[in-house]
């Protein structure tokens, strides 16, 4: 007796023959790639390989030149996918004329999220200290970290977050990462981008980009495998050397 196949699990990100461009470069030319669900993936690659227009386009404001996006099997940027998808940008999305725990209320009402959603997102980030302080009062690592418990709120299923370590201590940039995972193992999707190699070791699974293209699709050890490399970095480079 034949029994009924598996199905096949829902990507958290499909992009099929992607291309984009800001202004007239064409910065995307026909990228695909996919993004398992419930993983933390690493994007990894240099300033201007493409990462930031990849990540906007995911959550649905880049205007795009050709393919297709599905997050969830919905097309990006569909409003089913408003509160499925959270995002942090590289410059932080908050207001500084509110303390911390306003900018929360304020977008936990915009979001339509609970309210003890604030509580939440302020312990998960480690924000408590700083909870009534003025946005525009905290260092630029703290006002980042306002940016993703806002991005945090509603529980979303797929973050998205571009160079979220960015500016940060290495105590914080490990507290964050320690964040991430944890959030992984409740089963939320995690995007992170990165021009920093040695934080590609800590991501389940990497895509490396340059100049609009995806050099590898791994997880860390199957890279270095691969290159026979002992770290990322060198297996970067690695992958760029057979190319040239």
Sequence with gaps: MEHPAEPVPVPAVAVSDLSARRGAQRVLDGLSL???????????????????????????????????????????????????????????SVYDDLTVRQNLDYFRAVLGAGRADV????????????????????????????????????????????EPTVGLDPVLRRDLW??????????????????VMDEAARCDRLLLMRAGEVLA???????????????????FLSLIEERS
Excluded: C, N, W
């Excluded at 940027?77 to 932080?92: E, K, M, N, P």
């Excluded at 193992?185 to 990165?194: E, F």
């Excluded at 699709?217 to 297996?235: R, V, W």
């Design 34 to 92: 996919t993004i398992p669900a419930g993983l933390v993936v690493g994007l990894i690659g240099p300033s201007g390989s493409g990462k930031t227009t990849l990540m906007r386009a995911i959550v649905g404001v880049q205007v795009v030149h050709g393919g297709s996006v599905r997050v969830f099997g919905e097309p990006a940027g569909s409003a089913s996918l408003r509160h499925r998808v959270g995002y942090v940008t590289q410059d932080a």
């Design 119 to 162: 509580s939440r997102v302020i312990e998960e980030t480690d924000l408590g200290p700083a909870s009534g302080q003025l946005v525009g009062t905290l260092s630029g690592g703290q006002r980042s970290r306002v940016s993703l418990a806002v991005a945090l709120l509603g529980s979303p299923e797929l973050l998205v977050l571009d």
């Design 178 to 195: 320690a964040l991430f995972h944890r959030l992984s193992a409740a089963g939320t999707s995690l995007l992170v981008s990165s021009h």
């Design 217 to 235: 699709d791994d997880t860390p050890a199957g890279l270095l495998a691969a290159t026979g490399s002992t770290d990322i970095e060198a297996a």
